[in-house]
């Protein structure tokens, strides 16, 4: 979604925020630009379009700033030209903001100031902030900023400048993340550490709440008092090759093949051979309420609910504890069964999801313990939940989540594990499953070398308009997870469903044309599966079987076979995904889609 990027030093300011916005395309937007402080006056380029093009517009700009903001916009209010873009000038062009996240109250705000005779440019909510800020000013950016925020309901992460102030950039945050950063004579503020990584690991998180303060001369962060508050520097562990393609033609071919280590990373000292059992420190005090809790939900959106659904599946089958999947965009609004007895696990990539983050409030007032399952250290989701575990799938720039899934799934499997063995698994059961899920690597590697089998298959079918496919047990979220990647790479209709419920309803839909996805390892379902597959090749359905290695008779029925090595139904979902994601990536690489940035999606979606 929407982006930020700021930087105050000596060097050029333009293409260090150029490039910072660029850094940050992953997240998805439709239009951009970039405010600048030069001798005094400030000046605003901006357009619809990608970033590549405000480069062209900037390249004929004499100016050398060493003050600048830039912001990459995904539409919420207005559409997606150049005058919705931001940054936004006051009507006086002696301010200028960047915004991400919406202002709830903006038509009343707008209202007031229209009635007092300000005139607005723009449609969008943004706008409002920095009418304001004019109008509020005194001769301090930080108090108007401040005062000017005391009016405004909603979310946001602003970064302001004036004329008036020239080496000054004031940025405030409540519900959309923003950092600062901290280089020698040089300071940064951005979105995401992703923008400014190249230049400094020394980074200040803001909370909700504050305002940050950057000059030539350093940072400076207050509370909503504006009283001078010391925050802690963190550390970035991560290097700007993390977020480099290193000679992959796409970020998410990348992310697709570094399963095998990020998929170790996240089980790395957390496996307990001996015992059995699993260690997860960050959530170690609160294990007692998770065994004893009166409810236990799991809440996430997109790819990360699919990994709640292998999660909930997992925990009651072995650890015999009930938990509950929740949509944690319906969950706010359905007035949960929630109370200090309840434990609430959010899953997110990002760590930034509105919705998420919305659910997570709504169990807070209730009084229940959240926990975060999430990727991003330091993010708003990790900050806004009592504890949690890190799945350190490291920096994931594709849009379509593909590493941080299996890591989500593989610190479930963890969770589950550790339960279970509490809850009464034995110890040699426990053992089996350690061992099964320390194999895991090398089978996602086994998988992945049979990439050439996968892009093969992907030219047959990249003309289809649908795909069903088709999973049972911890397989059907694994379906789902199928069907939601080639969605939304590949802009072909998919469908994930339950293997035998596909004789409910989707059976109708099957003929020659119809490509389905068949996950048919050789498990408890495996005979029934099988019966699933000749009705389908019955009505003529090209069925393309996930079979386990060495199953010669399914070969014989299906059209195409991937095979995937035998794993335990606890680890079958992060080796069984792999060729899933392989083929919608082959077949939107074949139809010339936008791999990294699919249209209209965003990368973390920040607004409700
Ligand atoms: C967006 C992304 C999806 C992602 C979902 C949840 O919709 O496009 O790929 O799965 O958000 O994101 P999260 O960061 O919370 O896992």
Same mark, same amino acid.
């Given at each position: ?7 105050? %030093? ?58 600048? !903001? ?12 150049? *005058? ?17 996240? !919406? ?13 007092? &005779? ?7 909510? *943004? ?18 900023? &401040? ?9 946001? &992460? ?11 950039? #004031? ?10 950063? !901290? ?16 230049? *400094?690991?020394?980074?200040?998180? $803001? ?32 290097? #700007? ?94 007035e949960p069964l929630v109370d200090n007895r309840s434990v609430i696990f959010a899953i997110s990539q990002s760590g930034e999801t509105a919705d998420t983050l919305s659910a997570i409030e709504e169990g807070k007032s209730r009084g229940a313990t959240t926990l975060g399952i999430v990727n991003v250290v330091g993010s708003s989701i990790a900050r806004a939940t009592d504890a949690g575990v890190y799945i350190h799938a490291g920096p994931e720039i ?20 550790? $339960?279970?063995?509490?809850? &009464? ?45 088709? %999973? ?7 379906? $789902?997870? %199928? ?27 099957i003929d020659e044309k119809m490509p389905i996805i068949m996950i048919a390892p050789k498990d408890k379902t495996y005979a029934k599966v099988m019966g699933n597959i000749e009705e389908l090749k019955a009505r003529k359905g090209r069925v393309i079987a996930i079979a386990t290695e060495g199953d010669k008779e399914i070969a014989k029925i299906a059209d195409h076979t991937i095979y995937v090595p035998a794993t335990l139904a606890f680890t079958a ?36």
């Amino acid at each position: 979604m929407c982006g930020i990027v700021g930087y105050i %030093g000596k060097r050029n300011a333009l293409p260090i925020v150029v490039e910072g916005l660029k850094r940050l395309e992953y997240r998805g937007y439709d239009s951009c630009g970039v405010a600048s402080l030069f001798h005094g006056e400030l000046s605003v380029e901006k357009m619809a379009g990608k970033v590549v093009g405000l480069q062209s517009l900037l390249a004929k700009k004499r100016d050398n700033p060493i003050i600048a !903001i830039g912001h990459t916009r995904w539409a919420t209010h207005g559409i997606p030209d150049k *005058t919705n873009a931001h940054p936004h000038l006051s009507q006086s062009g002696e301010f200028a903001i960047v915004h991400n996240g !919406i202002i709830e109250n903006y038509r009343v705000l707008k209202k007031g100031l229209e009635d007092n &005779g300000y005139v607005f440019s723009s449609q969008t909510d *943004t706008e409002v902030i920095v009418a304001l800020i004019q109008t509020l000013y005194k001769g301090n950016l930080e108090d108007a900023v &401040g005062n000017a925020l005391k009016h405004v309901t909603g979310a946001y &992460g602003i970064a302001v400048m004036t004329k008036h102030e020239p080496h000054k950039i #004031v940025c405030a945050r409540r519900g959309a993340p923003l950092v600062m950063g !901290i280089g020698t004579d040089e300071y940064f503020v951005a979105s995401d550490v992703a923008a400014i990584i190249q230049h *400094t690991k020394q980074v200040i998180y $803001l909370d909700d709440g504050e305002l940050g303060i950057l000059t030539s001369d350093g940072v400076e962060t207050l509370a909503c008092d504006r009283e001078s508050i010391s925050k802690d520097i963190q550390h970035l562990t991560f290097d #700007v090759e993390a977020i480099e393609k290193s000679g992959y033609e796409h970020f998410m071919l990348k992310e697709i093949f570094q399963q095998p280590q990020t998929a170790f990373d996240s089980m790395r000292g957390r496996l307990n051979v001996k015992d059995g059992s699993a260690h997860l420190g960050g959530i170690n005090d609160h294990i007692g309420s998770i065994l004893h809790a009166d409810q236990r939900y799991i809440t996430a959106c997109g790819t990360s609910w699919h990994s709640a659904l292998i999660g909930e599946m997992m925990i009651e089958q072995f650890a015999r504890l009930p938990a509950e999947v929740e949509y944690a965009s319906e969950f706010r609004y359905r007035e949960p069964l929630v109370d200090n007895r309840s434990v609430i696990f959010a899953i997110s990539q990002s760590g930034e999801t509105a919705d998420t983050l919305s659910a997570i409030e709504e169990g807070k007032s209730r009084g229940a313990t959240t926990l975060g399952i999430v990727n991003v250290v330091g993010s708003s989701i990790a900050r806004a939940t009592d504890a949690g575990v890190y799945i350190h799938a490291g920096p994931e720039i594709g849009v379509a989540s593909t590493k941080a899934f299996t890591s989500q799934v593989a610190v479930m499997s963890l969770l589950t594990l550790k $339960l279970a063995r509490l809850m &009464g698994m034995s110890k040699k059961d426990g053992i089996e499953i350690v061992e099964a899920m320390q194999r895991v690597p090398e089978q996602i590697e086994s998988v992945l070398n049979q990439s050439d089998v996968i892009a093969e298959i992907a030219r047959t079918y990249s003309k289809a308009s649908n795909f069903l496919y088709l %999973g049972r047990g911890v397989n059907f979220p694994v379906a $789902l997870e %199928g069907a939601l990647k080639m969605k939304e790479i590949s802009y072909i209709h998919a469908e994930g469903y339950p293997a035998a419920e596909m004789k409910h309803g989707p059976i109708a839909l099957i003929d020659e044309k119809m490509p389905i996805i068949m996950i048919a390892p050789k498990d408890k379902t495996y005979a029934k599966v099988m019966g699933n597959i000749e009705e389908l090749k019955a009505r003529k359905g090209r069925v393309i079987a996930i079979a386990t290695e060495g199953d010669k008779e399914i070969a014989k029925i299906a059209d195409h076979t991937i095979y995937v090595p035998a794993t335990l139904a606890f680890t079958a979902p992060m080796v069984n995904v792999i060729p899933l994601q392989l083929l919608a990536y082959y077949i939107a690489v074949e139809k010339g889609c936008n791999v990294d940035q699919p249209r209209n999606l965003a990368k973390s979606v920040t607004v409700e």
